[in-house]
């Protein structure tokens, strides 16, 4: 389902402007420039409405986050949390992760997040996915060597599936889990993930590590056979 417009979104976009990049293309390979100090570029694929990205950014005020939404009507409000809390180190981009190489030069990005994406379930949908080959091919050219994503979701046959997929394009994973918050609550939450969690749902996560130069080759989408010949 489409999601409204917010009542007077442009106006309430307009006025957090300082901290919305609107032509981010213009910034590749010198987003760091946005931040005194800055140690890291870290990107966030899909923001919603910003508790995670709020909170990350201030847990590491050295690291210049870039969040990336392509929901304006969820945006707006991740833009007005940062502002209404003055947080100096973000940044958001109305586009999405199909756009990453025309925004982030090679090994510019040293982070990225993938939280609670849309699962897209229908088996011919799966090329939409976040953690689609396709997508993992973008995420990696953006990556350094030792750079990472860090993932979750509450889905568990999308977490199974996403896992093979790092894999297969030679991603290291590490600290996998499936129920993240089992002894209590761990790291930062999104708001999806504090319903899920009081809800009593797992919280599935993994880092997948750029660990070498060059992924593995992209698989080849199967070929439909070709019709039988007709006699003449």
Known sequence: MRMRNKKNLIPRMERCAAVQVKDPQALRGRWGELLPG??????????????????????????????????PNAMVTAMERVCDQQIPNVRFIDTDAAALPEIFAPGEVSVIYINFPDPWPRKKEAKHRLTAPSFLALYW?????????????????????????????GYELRDITYDLHANGPVGIMTN??????????????????????????????EKKPAPPETAP
């Open 38 to 71: 800055c140690r890291e570029v870290q990107a966030e694929m899909g923001c919603g409405k910003g508790a995670f990205t709020a909170g990350t950014a201030q847990a590491s005020p050295e690291a210049l986050l870039v969040a990336i939404e392509k929901v």
């Open 141 to 169: 050219d953006a990556l350094p060597v030792g750079g990472r994503i860090e993932y979750k979701t509450d889905q568990r046959w999308l977490f199974d599936w996403s896992l093979e997929q790092f894999a297969l394009l």
């Open 192 to 221: 999806y993930e504090q319903r899920f969690h009081e809800q009593g749902l797992p919280i599935h996560r993994c880092v997948a590590v750029k660990t070498k130069a060059e992924h593995a080759p992209l698989p080849q989408p």
